[in-house]
């Protein structure tokens, strides 16, 4: 004899069997919950159950379809539609139904901020507690560049305005293997104090982005740039230690390039184009005005493949440049 629902929780199966119909309707009721889904019934009598998708976002045809067994009280599902292909729904009717409550959505938002400020606390409140964080990165992070603003006009007591903080273990890296490179970007902070976080990266020795500072201003636009940039200390940038004219990854790559170069032959063409020859007997055209070479590689990974090379080499130019 099938197991009850009541043994397997709400995972609906063809064949279970459920004591009386409003067994039934309670499971995939409870399922629907669980699921985020909108169901609704269809058929109700003695012959059938059955449900269908209620969803008014897209058409879906999941249906669930029970008939009466023998004793002619208790039903079994005897088929299952296709899997639910409409978006999940987070205001489902049986919810409201099943605590018996029905509040609209913005006594769900009143609430949710309640709990969220009962769970993570005041963060009103936690604004105060800045000028500590400050001084702690400070001592914890000796060297590092930490700024804060406040606005007193208006208010007993200073408002948050915006805050910068450069590392110094940030200063130290972009200053000793960064290209003189910084790239800029923001996104919209959603809390008490809206702004936005702008931040500044440069890209390492091994061509990956390395961050460089970040700041909470009030908007995106260019007093708040401004803010940012004078403070990256950009006239440092002639630290840079590299050994090479490049990063040590980009020149160990070059070297080996060159190495596999010299197995190749070429012929001159004129204005800087070239036919490669391999020893496997394979022609490769390269045009070093416009960075090409049949073989693609050049175009996809910007360095030069080793026909490219090949070609640079034979007219004694400089790979780097």
């Known amino acids: ?17 459920f004591p009386i119909a409003k067994d039934l309707k309670q499971a995939v009721k409870e399922n629907a919950i669980k699921e985020h889904r909108e169901v609704k019934l269809v058929k109700n009598d003695k012959r059938r159950i059955k449900f269908g998708c209620a969803s008014k976002t ?25 899997d639910h292909t409409c978006p999940l729904s987070y205001n489902n ?10 509040i609209s959505k913005w006594t769900y938002y009143r609430v949710r901020k309640f709990a969220n400020k009962e769970i993570y606390g005041d963060s009103k409140l936690q604004y105060g507690m800045l000028w500590d964080y400050c001084t702690e990165l400070r001592r914890s992070n000796p060297g590092s560049t930490v700024i804060m603003k406040t606005n007193t006009e208006g208010s007993t007591s200073p408002v948050f305005e915006r805050i910068y903080i450069y590392f110094q273990a940030c200063k130290q890296g972009f200053r000793g293997g960064c290209r003189p490179i910084v790239g800029l970007d923001g996104c919209h902070l959603k809390a008490n104090h809206k702004g936005q976080i702008i931040s500044a990266v440069g890209i390492d020795a091994n061509n990956g982005m390395f961050p460089i500072t970040f700041s909470v201003v009030e908007s995106e636009c260019k007093d708040s740039w401004r803010y ?18 490049v990063g040590c990854r980009i020149w160990k790559l070059l070297e080996k390039t060159k190495q596999l170069a010299v197995n190749h032959d070429v012929i001159y063409l004129g204005d800087k184009k070239f036919e490669v020859n391999t020893r496997s007997n394979e022609q490769f055209a390269v045009d070093l005005n416009t960075w090409y070479c049949g073989c693609r590689k050049w175009s996809l990974s910007g360095l030069p493949c080793t026909h490219a090379m090949a070609a640079i080499i034979s007219r004694g130019l400089n790979p780097v440049e």
């Not at 379809?65 to 039903?75: I, L, V, W």
């Not at 009717?93 to 029905?102: H, L, P, Q, S, T």
């Open 1 to 17: 004899m099938d197991a009850s629902y009541k043994e397997i929780g709400l995972n609906l199966r063809v064949s279970l069997v």
């Open 58 to 82: 897209s058409p879906c045809e999941w249906f669930l379809y029970a008939g009466p067994m023998e004793d002619k009280t208790s039903f079994q599902i005897r088929k299952i539609g296709p």
């Open 93 to 102: 009717k049986y919810v409201r139904e099943y605590a018996n409550v029905d």
């Open 228 to 245: 940012i940039a004078t403070r990256i200390e950009a006239k440092k940038l002639e630290g840079t230690k590299w050994k090479n004219e």
